[in-house]
């Protein structure tokens, strides 16, 4: 009760300094929060999507308060890669393994050692940092004679000991602290939580499914092994909660030290398991509570913000990893009206805009105009650039290499195009990549980079004919076909051979950024 009391004290004291100190604050160097949702489409969100029959009042006034990016992208279609290339600045087809996504206890990390990330940049200016949530970059668990287990099978989860630290995860990559799970929380084989470096309460038995919702949205929801603590419908609560109390906890004890919080959800990744109090609050099913849920959490934060008087002097950033999946695309279009990717071509793992054309706000009090938007071509690569602008950090030649700052946006004085080009990564590394440069996009492929169309029931009915059967790619002007209909390859080819040696080109150099 004591401590309580005087948490609550440390909280008020700090809450009348920021309302005191503002015009103090306001120079200082600010707060960081990343919110990343997890294969949340472009029409999810209503302030995107007004066909949206989903409810999302808090991304929506995030939206009012801040700027609303409608031509801003995930680095690749699935999610392991994205995370990598977002806490990193680097695309993560340019590392060994980049292009893969983890299960279980799959592994090692993606980011090596010396690979200079967001928080370990921010640690040079004494941010404290969190990561709470879904990690997903891969880890390095031991079995019981201390050789590593890099592989995410349902027997390799079986192999791991729970009494060794585990390697390559956040903690080694520059946070201060960490609570979440190894891969997709509710459908890998391993559902425990990890805090820090170790998972304190281990797996005693196999998930039992029979006790979990079944509907159209309970698919990908894999057997494993499951610690007593971990219930599937109430993992973003308990993220949410953790994120709290690291925002709680650090102005309390530290209220003049900026932070550094990646708040990586599980919503809205299938299977769709809102927690009870928000099942049925929507009329669009499961799926559609599930993201009101996650609009819940956005709130949350925003309001625990607003609560410790911090919110002005924070950038708060709020993304999703790629687009839509599959079955949810299928069953929320034919079961609701509700197209998650809209009004996009594609869906996750598609190299179409579906797949990684993503929601995406920043808020900045006083320095981002309130309902603001901005149509530059931007990607979630961009945040670390940006991030190191801000805090006045130099970038070295061998990081954030395809990374640019989105201050000038942000401050609107940006007149020219932010980048020269984009790169895009479909499901598989160097195999699926595309690049855009202006109105034209090229894919240096056939097909979607991800999806097979031809195979799969929910998808065939989307598919699309080649209008260029007999060119090597794929060319779209996205100006006048934003829907990715007419492949215009063969009409325009000296446009598709420009853009693809500038591909070849920055492969080659391995960087995008000057």
């Known amino acids: 009760m004591r401590d309580r009391f005087v948490d609550l004290i440390g909280i008020t004291i700090a809450v009348i300094l920021g309302l005191l100190g503002s015009s103090v604050s306001a120079d200082s160097p600010p707060n960081v929060v990343v919110i990343l949702a997890d294969d949340l489409g472009y029409g999810d969100v209503a302030c995107y999507n007004p066909a949206s029959r989903i409810p999302t009042p808090n991304i929506d006034r995030l939206a009012r308060q801040g700027m609303r990016f409608t031509d801003a992208h995930s680095p690749c279609t699935v999610c392991t890669p994205t995370r990598y290339s977002l806490l990193t600045g680097q695309m993560a087809f340019r590392v060994p393994n980049g292009g893969r996504v983890f299960s279980g206890a799959g592994g090692p990390s993606l980011i090596a050692s010396d690979r200079l990330t967001i928080p370990k940049l921010l640690r040079e200016r004494d941010y404290a940092t969190a990561c709470v949530g879904k990690w997903h970059i891969g880890l390095t668990f031991y079995d019981t004679d201390g050789k590593p287990i890099h592989s995410g099978g349902p027997s390799d989860v079986e192999r791991i000991d729970f009494s060794r630290r585990i390697d390559g995860g956040p903690l080694d990559c520059g946070f201060d602290q960490f609570f979440g799970t190894a891969c997709c929380p509710t459908t890998d084989w391993l559902y425990a939580f990890i805090d820090g470096d170790r998972i304190p309460v281990v797996p005693t038995g196999r998930l039992d499914k029979s006790t979990l919702p079944k509907h159209p ?93 911090v919110a002005d002097n924070t950038l708060l950033i709020f993304t999703s990893d790629n687009g839509p999946e599959v079955p949810t695309v299928y069953h929320m279009r034919n079961d609701h009206d509700h197209d998650g990717a809209r009004p996009w071509r594609g869906v996750k793992r598609d190299n179409w805009e579906g797949g990684h054309r993503v929601p995406m706000i920043a808020r900045w009090p ?64 160097t195999r699926w990549l595309a690049i855009r440069s202006g109105k034209w996009k ?72 000057p």
């Open 217 to 309: 949205y309970a698919v990908d929801n894999r057997g494993g092994l499951r610690a007593p603590d971990f219930d599937l419908e109430a993992v973003d609560l308990k993220f949410l909660e953790k994120s709290q109390a690291f925002l709680r906890d650090h102005v309390r004890q530290s209220p003049d030290r900026p932070f550094f919080l990646f708040h990586s959800t599980q919503a809205v990744h299938l299977p769709s398991f809102p927690a009870p109090e928000f099942q049925g609050k929507t009329e669009s099913g499961p799926h559609g509570d599930f993201i009101f849920e996650l609009d819940h959490v956005v709130g949350e934060l925003m309001k625990t913000l607003d609560e410790l008087g």
């Open 366 to 429: 006083r320095k981002i105009a309130a309902e603001s938007t901005s149509d530059d071509l931007v990607s979630l690569c961009d945040v670390f650039a940006t991030v190191a602008e801000i805090t006045e950090q130099p970038l070295p030649d061998d990081a954030a290499e395809d990374s640019f700052s989105l201050l000038s946006i942000f401050q609107g004085r940006q007149t020219e195009p932010l980048r020269p080009y984009l790169l895009q990564q479909g499901f598989g590394g």
């Open 442 to 513: 090229y894919l240096d492929h056939k097909g979607s980079g991800g999806n097979n169309y031809d195979k799969s029931d929910q998808l065939r009915q989307y598919a699309l004919p080649d209008t260029a059967p007999d060119s090597d790619g794929q060319l779209y002007d996205l100006e006048t076909d934003p829907g990715e209909v007419t492949n215009v390859a063969s009409l325009y080819p000296d446009v598709a051979d420009r853009l693809r040696k500038q591909l070849r080109a920055s492969l080659e150099s391995g960087r995008s950024r």
